[in-house]
């Protein structure tokens, strides 16, 4: 059974950086045509896309977010991770971790809430 689960901080301090990992089991992140999102919801924006990591290790950012993020892979760990810097009050929002395949957003890790506040 496939599974995500989203760790990280729940408090992050303006203008530092926030730190997500995604851990994955059921199936490797190495497996082929597989993408690996974040997705975030805010209570002003609704769903944003972030970005993603596909199955050969590309990675995939959304014009919003692309001088802010980063996201990479641990292989031995089957796990990816998000990093967003230079956060704001307007970063606070539950950001999921998704896996995409064949077009289908079809695993979604329950979420996780993170709030930017000094």
């Known amino acids: 059974q496939v599974q995500l689960r989203e760790s990280g901080p729940a408090l992050v301090t303006p203008s530092h950086t926030l730190s997500l990992n995604c851990t994955v089991s059921g199936v490797t992140v190495t497996t082929n045509y597989l993408y690996w999102n974040w997705i975030r919801r805010s209570p002003g924006k609704g769903l944003e896309w972030i970005g993603d990591?596909?199955?050969?290790?590309?990675?995939y950012y959304s014009p919003s977010f692309k001088s802010r993020i980063s996201i990479s892979r641990d292989t031995a760990k089957n796990q990816f991770s998000l990093e967003l810097t230079s956060v704001t009050p307007e970063d606070t929002a539950i950001y999921y971790c998704v896996r995409v395949s064949t077009g289908l957003y079809d695993y979604w890790g329950q979420g996780t809430l993170v709030t930017v506040s000094s």
């Open positions: 990591i596909d199955y050969t290790g590309n990675t």
